[in-house]
């Protein structure tokens, strides 16, 4: 039995048609929102046609759901959060964990800020966003316990206090409020932002 033809050309076309498909779908959902845009806007923006739309990406919620994934995977944060849990000083391990915590916000920021402050109800869509949270909640709650490990928290604070103060300075909420609504920079916020975690977590010397 003859084995299904493959052409390259063919696969290769269908990638830049799926990447183009997906490039209109961030311009149109970071211009007009998500609930505003529909397939139909999108696939006349990316010169195709409807149904092309849906069986390159799966729709609307889907290509949301993949466009998140670059905050949900940035490798610089990664890589940081990394850092974070191999140091043995914990003004180290906190200083990775601010990088870690910028690199995820900055790098990513016009998604995160556009499209996370008024999540959408599509359920693929819905969890992209809840993925970004878990993902930002496990890697604070790693480095909180590491923390513990190396008995650097203040008196009274446990791990769950811990990870809970690490979410406070370093989730999105902190970002959004010293850079959208006060007008800082990222290289203003960052250090503010370890500082004050610093102080408010590990035993004084």
């Known amino acids: 039995m003859a084995g299904r033809y493959h052409s390259p050309r ?3 076309a ?16 970071l211009a007009q929102g ?13 010169q195709v046609a409807t149904p092309t739309v849906y069986s390159s990406t799966g729709g609307k919620a889907a290509m ?31 200083t990775h964990c601010a990088a870690a ?3 995820g916000q900055e790098r990513n920021w016009d998604l995160v800020t556009t499209l996370l402050r008024q999540p959408p109800q599509d359920e693929p869509a819905r ?20 923390l513990t490990r190396l008995d650097a928290l203040a008196p009274g604070i446990d791990t769950a206090h811990a990870t809970d103060t690490l979410w406070y ?6 970002w959004h409020s010293l850079i959208i609504e006060r007008g800082w920079s990222f290289d203003q916020a960052e250090p503010w932002l370890l500082d004050a975690a610093t102080h408010a977590l590990l035993a004084q010397p």
Do not use: K, W
């Open 10 to 12: 063919r696969e290769a």
């Open 14 to 29: 269908a990638q830049a048609t799926r990447a183009a498909i997906l490039q209109h779908a961030r311009t149109l959902f």
């Open 34 to 46: 998500y609930c505003a845009t529909t397939v139909s806007d999108i696939a006349h923006a990316a």
């Open 64 to 94: 949301f759901a993949e466009l998140l994934q670059p905050a949900i995977r940035d490798p610089l944060a990664a890589q940081e959060a990394s850092a974070a849990l191999q140091a043995g000083d914990p003004r180290e391990v906190m």
């Open 101 to 103: 915590a910028r690199h």
């Open 127 to 146: 969890q992209a966003v809840a993925d970004i949270a878990d993902g930002c909640l496990t890697a604070l709650t790693r480095i909180a316990r590491h």
């Open 169 to 174: 300075y370093f989730g999105h909420n902190s």
